[in-house]
């Protein structure tokens, strides 16, 4: 694999991170 693949795959990887890490705090704020 190329490096930048690997880059871009990182870059999505953090993006998913960040986004379920936002929709669970959603979650959160919706219960209490």
């Given amino acids: ?3 930048e693949v690997i880059s871009l ?3 999505m990887l953090k993006l ?3 986004i379920r890490c936002l929709s ?6 919706l219960q209490t």
Avoid: E, L, V
Wanted: aromatic share 6%; proline share 7%.
């Fill in 9 to 11: 795959a990182n870059n």
């Fill in 16 to 18: 998913f991170r960040r």
């Fill in 1 to 3: 694999m190329s490096p």
């Fill in 24 to 29: 669970n705090q959603k979650r959160k704020s």
